[in-house]
């Protein structure tokens, strides 16, 4: 695995396209620990041990995947050491809160510094990651008492997290959760039931597994409405913050997966265990979903990590196999690297044109939970709303499809495992399922964000587009007009939606769709957000970075954008289509 973080790349959004130090001077919270120097120190030193500690581990970890005997949860070789190493270099706090101990950076950093670990290898990225979420959301909706214990443990690494939802009855319906939490007259809670697949459940990267479960009282009304959220500790933890026994938190066994096979999947069994309310009775949902905007939005970043890890593997492949000849050459007995044919460059441009657009749509989505936690405009929580199922939902699709092609430009060679393409492959695909399948975000995104509200949630993602559009050169005024335009078909079709009869049925049908064409609309603005600030870029990036991504531009217009249209008429074609076949004749 030679994974190279592409941290021009970063540096050119964060710094030329975003303007992220206007931001982080205005924000009083992070103008104190982060300028753009610290940031590309960071990102800097990310990339160098995302190469050097972390890509190493990734194809031995796959081949020997975890392993569970005696009731105990073991990582492939060479993990543990450099989880430790990770850990003690405080990039699982890269986030935290300053006052305990996290570093206090800001998301649309922070999102490049997931791609860097998802890239290096996606089982060991999800251990911080869910580390860094559970601590997140005792950040937010914690007990001081909570945070004070528990903060500094999971930013250090040397405590771990987990995020407890799923059961076997309880899926994308989290309504029939039936893990019990009765209260003690202590003001703790003993907590009973079976959560299954969870990610980072038990292993042996950290002393402690803090889980936050929802779970329900005894007196719990019916429906989400009846969930409560707890922090159980794998051992209990006294309270000078030493260790105590064993809580009743037991791995029944772990999972075996088509990838991500270095992660532990785990069945949790709890038993009368001791647990902490977070947040207020029977509002687990709530507090649970602030840690989900960052969760989801990491995974869309996990299928943008593999995508551009697809991308270096296919691009060197294609540099180097030589098969055929270039146009013009006729049939002679020499063969040229497969990266003149027509047909290869079309996969690699492909992916270059998804995973760039995809990064800045990363980044994008950082900002905005950026200005949500620290200077909330009007728009912002619309924004976020919009955006978050948006980039978890279209980056995962778009990451399979980007490693698929990846794959495909490897021709046999791909299918072998020596390669380590095909593993991207298999890692990426439960991206598009965990946290909410895609149907799910996209039940979400149109149902609940794009509907309400006669589209305000839309209106003011357009209204951004046009702003930022503003100032785009005259070369491209074509497909700012197409853009635009796209923008405009988007919103009069959610107000299509609203005048229909049955328009459950109609939403649920033309979800996928609409997120897909709303996904080529808001990849055209980015696209046309980075030619404009690539201009006149020369003498910081030098010429070709400049011609790059004009051509790559170009090509996205020419052969990726006209899906908008065909996903716009199919998510307007109408359920009927859909739901008219019988179930029994399936
Ligand atoms: C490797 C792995 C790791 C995981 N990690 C975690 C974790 O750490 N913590 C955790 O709590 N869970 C975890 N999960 C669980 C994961 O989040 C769920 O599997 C996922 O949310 C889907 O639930 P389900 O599997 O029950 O599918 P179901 O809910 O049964 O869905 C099946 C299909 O029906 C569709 N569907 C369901 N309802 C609707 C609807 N109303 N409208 C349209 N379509 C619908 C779905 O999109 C899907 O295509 C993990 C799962 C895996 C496989």
Redesign the pocket.
Known sequence: MHYKAPVQEMQFLLDDVFQASDFWQQTPALAESVDMDTALAILEEGARITRELIAPLNRGGDEEGVRFEAGQVTTPTGFKAAYATFAEAGWVGLGGEPEYGGMGMPKMLGVLFDEMCYGASNAFALYSS?TAGAALCIASHGSDELKQRYLPMLYSGQWAG?????EPQ????LRHIRTKAVPQEDGSYRLSGT?I?????DHDLAENVIHLVLAKLPDAPGGSRGLSLFLVPKFTVNADGSLGGRNGVECGSV?H?MG?KA?A?CVINFDQAQGYLVGQVNRGLAAMFTMMNYERLSIGIQGLGCAEAGYQMARDYARERKQGQGSGQGLGSGADPIIVHGDVRRMLLQVAAMTEAGRALAVLSGLQLDKLKHQPEADTAALVGLLVPLAKAFLTDTGLESTVLAQQVFGGHGYIRETGVEQLVRDVR?AQ????????QA?DLLGRKVLPKEGAALKALMALVSRDLADVGEEWAAQKRQVEDAFGQLLDLAGEFKARDNAGDAV?AAAVDYLHALGYATYGYLWLKMVTAAQGQEAKFGAPFTERKAAIARFYFARLFPRFGAHLASARAGEQAVMDLDAALF
């Open positions: 869910l987990a995020m407890d939802m799923t309880a899926g994308s319906d959560k697949f969870i990610t980072g459940g999972e997966k991500i992660s999947t439960i399922i965990y946290e909410g399948t895609n149907g799910i039940l649920n």
